[in-house]
């Protein structure tokens, strides 16, 4: 009795500290999501870093010719698209007032071959409210708000890496090889994963790029980067990303060829993505299961939005990562983790069980 009163207590405990965690986590969002943005670039732009340091460059110096490096290209890249979407805010009207009767015309059409007569598409102007603009707007304010403080947190996580190691060496006390392997090997997974994603999503859009250009689509540089950007969210980002791009098509194209020829595309692009290029490039770093992935998706764009989407991929590896190194966590660490055991006991139950069932069947 006292020991299950005594679980009951633990059980009670660890709900109430996952509650917790994640109520920090979604208060907190706002100071959490540059910070760990700032670790995690932290990580991947280390080695770079590193290398002016071994030039006899000053650490500050070296540190802050990285940063500018990196955000001059992506400077860069946001001054080549900028204008692409300013224009495309300014076709919204002229869309709008140019297709809606095409688009009625196009669902009409169809509703009368399925049977749903007086099947219609909604407005154009009712989708782009001037409401939903201005929450646009400010969640672009938010964002740039966030970007403009990363940058500073990846600055001091650099200069401060030789401090951060002697206070998890203090923490860990005798046990320094196991700190150092976990910092090792987190930093790894959060490399790889990073490193490897910003080349697949280069890789994308030039891909979609050169389709999308060969297809006549007018912003296709746009459209491109949105795709690859999207692409870095497993599963959900593709779905949305593809649908809204042939959506467009739709609209600003006279032949049903084009959008179907657009979404076929799409679909080459990803299966060769997902098949080829991400396998190669980006390897199996973050080793957990299918389900996990889906599950911190959902979990983090809840809690952080698309940022949350992108960032607990990474973060569920190195959960498996600190799991695996508890003995007692490691049932959960095998439970993040992406290998099935296929043994010949195992074999044995299924042969078993569907005898079992074919003897009940015959009974």
Do not use: C
Not at 89 to 111: M, R, T, V
Request: glycine share 6%; no cysteine; net charge neutral.
């Amino acid at each position: 009795m006292a020991s299950s009163t005594h679980q009951i207590q633990k059980t009670a405990y660890l709900l109430f500290i996952i509650v917790v965690v994640f109520w920090i986590l979604k208060v907190g969002s706002f100071i959490i999501i540059p910070l760990v943005w700032g670790v995690f670039f932290a990580f991947s732009l280390f080695p770079i870093s590193n290398w002016f340091e071994e030039k006899r460059i000053p650490r500050g110096l070296a540190i802050t010719l990285t940063i500018v490096l990196i955000s001059a290209v992506a400077l860069l890249v946001f001054y080549t698209l900028i204008n692409q979407v300013v224009n495309l805010i300014l076709d919204i009207p002229e869309i709008s007032d140019s297709f809606n009767k095409k688009i009625s015309l196009y669902f009409a059409d169809l509703g009368g071959k399925i049977g749903f007569e007086g099947m219609s598409m909604p407005e154009i102007s009712d989708i782009f409210t001037p409401e939903s603009l201005n929450t646009t707007l400010r969640e672009t304010v938010k964002s740039l708000t966030l970007a403009g403080i990363i940058p500073l947190f990846i600055f001091l996580m650099l200069y401060y890496t030789d401090f951060f190691m002697e206070f998890l060496k203090k923490v860990s006390g005798n046990d320094n090889n196991s700190i150092l392997n976990w910092i090792e090997d987190s930093g790894k997974v959060i490399q790889s994963y990073l490193v490897g994603m910003v080349i697949v999503t280069g890789i994308v859009s030039v891909m979609s790029g050169v389709v999308f250009y060969f297809l006549g689509i007018k912003y296709y540089l746009l459209f491109a980067v949105f795709i690859a950007v999207m692409n870095l969210i497993p599963y959900v980002g593709v779905i949305l990303s593809s649908f809204l791009v042939v959506f467009y098509v739709l609209l600003t194209t006279d032949n049903l060829f084009y959008p179907f020829i657009t979404l076929f595309m799409l679909w080459i692009i990803q299966l060769t993505e997902n098949n080829l290029i991400t396998p190669v490039i980006v390897g199996s770093k973050v080793k957990v299961n299918t389900m996990v992935v889906i599950l911190a998706i959902l979990i983090g764009g809840s809690l952080w939005g698309v940022s949350g989407m992108i960032l607990f991929i990474p973060l569920m590896g190195v959960l498996k990562i600190t799991f695996d190194r508890i003995p007692s966590l490691e049932p959960y660490g095998y439970l993040l983790g992406d290998k099935f055991p296929i043994n010949e006991k195992n074999e044995n139950f299924w042969k078993l069980f569907l005898k079992k069932v074919k003897n009940k069947k015959e009974a």
